[in-house]
């Protein structure tokens, strides 16, 4: 037997299964007298997880930034895939670089992160993949680009 389930209980959990792998399922009630006839499954069973990746977070904004750093903010994706966002990733992909790096996680799950260390006068995107116990989501769309550099100056003269 695979598994073993009480009297009343109408589930039980098969640990050992190969995702992917289709199985079938026969099930006997047991007493003192014996066992009965097996109920056997109609078709088989593909082996997967319950739960899948969540979908990208949306709509990630660049909210407030400076010359070094950039605070970013994004919404929720629509479906968590059936378990809780752990925390989110944030990924950065600079002018000349050929692909997005993984530069930021968060600690929990809240839609925001502060990216320090940058380059003043690099030009920067920013991208946010959510992650549950199922693993990462695609990322979510990028920031527009954004230009590393001071977002509030004082004013100053320029004398010829």
């Known amino acids: 037997p695979c598994g073993e389930a009480g009297p009343d209980d109408r589930e039980a959990l098969v640990d050992g299964l190969t995702e992917g792998k289709k199985y ?3 099930i006997k009630a047991v007493n003192k007298e014996g066992e009965s006839d097996p109920l056997e499954s109609d078709e088989p069973i593909t082996a997967k997880n319950p739960y899948t990746v969540p979908d990208p977070p949306k709509n990630v904004v660049i909210d407030d930034w400076d010359n070094v750093s950039v605070f970013l903010k994004w919404e929720t994706p629509d479906s968590d895939g059936g ?6 990733v944030v990924e950065q992909k600079g ?3 050929i692909d997005f ?3 930021f996680q968060t600690t929990e799950p809240i839609c925001e992160a502060s990216i320090q260390n ?3 006068g690099q030009i920067y995107e920013f991208r946010i993949r959510a992650v549950n116990k199922a693993g990462k989501s695609l990322p979510g769309e990028p920031t527009p680009k954004h230009l590393c550099k001071h977002r509030n100056l004082k004013p100053r003269l320029v004398r010829d």
């Not at 378990?83 to 989110?88: F, K, V």
Request: no cysteine; net charge positive; aromatic share 16%.
């Open 24 to 26: 079938k399922f026969r």
């Open 83 to 88: 378990r809780p966002i752990t925390h989110y």
């Open 95 to 97: 002018k000349y670089d």
């Open 101 to 103: 790096i993984e530069v």
């Open 118 to 120: 940058l380059k003043e």
